[in-house]
Nanobody, 123 residues
Framework: QVTMWESGGGSVQSGGSLRLSCVVS????????LAWFRQAPREQILVAAI???????SYADFAQGRFTISRDNAKNTHYLQMNSLKPEDTAIYYC?????????????????WGHGAQVAVSS
């Protein structure tokens, strides 16, 4: 059974930073494709960043240059560092994992999800 636990959400002022963490158990983390998605109020869920392996990453346009996805295979944990936060970044952020080393960008491609972490950015 795969379990995923997120932490690190909270409230911050515009321009601030937050780091989200996601601890994963129950799958071979080293060979998993990892991602962070977000869902703003009354909007569809969107991919923010993906890490299909330990070497490459990819970002949505809104995340490029401000967000960094990373992983620590020894700790079975992946992270989303968010800098220069804006009010429009306010959303629930979800970590996702799929035991496959592939570039996966759609919500439907991930079977394992965290419970979500609320991020609120005030102006």
């Amino acid at each position: 059974q795969v379990t995923m636990w997120e932490s690190g959400g909270g409230s911050v002022q515009s321009g601030g930073s937050l780091r989200l963490s996601c601890v994963v158990s129950g799958l071979n983390f080293k060979w998993a494709s990892l991602a962070w998605f977000r869902q703003a109020p009354r909007e569809q869920i969107l991919v923010a960043a993906i890490s299909p392996d330990g070497a490459s990453t990819s970002y949505a346009d809104f995340a490029q240059g401000r967000f960094t996805i990373s992983r620590d295979n020894a700790k079975n944990t992946h992270y989303l560092q968010m800098n220069s936060l804006k009010p429009e970044d306010t959303a629930i952020y979800y970590c996702a994992a799929e035991p496959a080393v592939r570039v996966l960008t759609r919500q439907s491609e991930y079977r394992n999800w965290g419970h979500g972490a609320q991020v609120a950015v005030s102006s």
